[in-house]
Nanobody, 124 residues
Framework: HVQLVESGGGSVQAGESLRLSCTAD????????MGWFRQAPGKEREGVAR???????TYADSVKGRFTISKDNAENRLYLHMNSLSPEDTAMYFC???????????????????WGQGTQVTVS
């Protein structure tokens, strides 16, 4: 069973920044496609960003230019750097991983079978 653990959420003011972190075991970190998703109350879970094992990155239109997904290879850690946060970014953020993701569904939650417990981000 692949274990993903998120951290770094919190409450911030609009315009501020946060960095989310997700730890994973080394095999998954190296070989899997990893992504960030978020779910606001009453809304469906949506893909935010993903990075595959070759380093290809995809962002949701709503976060392009504000969020950056990155990996720390020394620590097997996935990051989501979030800048210029707005109240619309308030959600539970989840780290996800999959051994293979269809090219047409890189930000679809149904493409990912491994999930963390989530970390709350609140922007006011």
């Amino acid at each position: 069973h692949v274990q993903l653990v998120e951290s770094g959420g919190g409450s911030v003011q609009a315009g501020e920044s946060l960095r989310l972190s997700c730890t994973a075991d080394e095999y998954m970190y190296i070989n899997y496609c990893m992504g960030w998703f978020r779910q606001a109350p009453g809304k469906e879970r949506e893909g935010v960003a993903r990075i595959d094992s070759a380093g290809r990155i995809t962002y949701a239109d709503s976060v392009k230019g504000r969020f950056t997904i990155s990996k720390d290879n020394a620590e097997n850690r996935l990051y989501l750097h979030m800048n210029s946060l707005s109240p619309e970014d308030t959600a539970m953020y989840f780290c996800a991983a999959a051994a293979w993701v269809p090219a047409s569904r890189t930000l679809s939650q149904t493409s990912y079978g491994n999930w963390g417990q989530g970390t709350q981000v609140t922007v006011s």
